[in-house]
């Protein structure tokens, strides 16, 4: 399960509005060994694309090295599906690298409404986890 702050899927959706007709795409940082994301860093889309997204290699060596230098890991690896609903697709699955992430899809597809769901990518085997938003962690 993926317990996550408001304020942080705020800042999700937002990012993923805004980038719209693009894909959006960053991380939120926590605490090594914690399971708790904390600090929201919203990441370029170097495909520049609805339909695709991929980290700009030297932003993602850049922001991983500050959260291994603030004893960080990636705790959600999220992005943003334009046209589609928030499940990996087949290429999201093969370049998904951190067992340990939650991997959090935001659907923009309508603009009413929000899909916001979470998964565990392991080894190819997606499993979707319940999301708890809470106001602030206890």
């Known amino acids: 399960m993926l317990t996550i702050e408001r304020a942080l899927v705020d800042q999700i959706v937002a990012h993923a509005r805004a980038?719209?007709?693009d894909e959006a795409c960053g991380v939120i940082a926590g605490p090594a060994g914690s399971d708790r994301p904390t600090r929201f860093v919203a990441?370029?889309?170097?495909?520049r694309s609805p339909t695709f997204y991929r980290f700009d290699s030297l932003e993602q060596l850049k922001v991983w090295r500050e959260m291994d230098?603030?004893?960080?890991e990636p705790v959600v690896i999220y992005?943003?599906?334009?046209?589609?609903?928030a499940y990996?697709?087949?290429t999201d699955i093969s370049y998904a690298a951190e067992p340990n992430a939650h991997y959090v899809l935001v659907s923009t597809r309508d603009d009413d409404e929000t899909e916001f769901r979470s998964y565990s990518i392991v080894d190819g085997e997606v499993t979707e986890e319940?999301?708890?938003?809470?106001?602030?962690y206890a």
């Open 88 to 90: 990996p697709s087949r």
């Open 19 to 21: 980038d719209h007709p």
């Open 79 to 85: 992005h943003s599906h334009t046209a589609t609903e």
């Open 130 to 136: 319940e999301v708890k938003i809470v106001e602030a």
């Open 43 to 47: 990441m370029i889309n170097a495909e």
């Open 69 to 72: 230098d603030r004893d960080e």
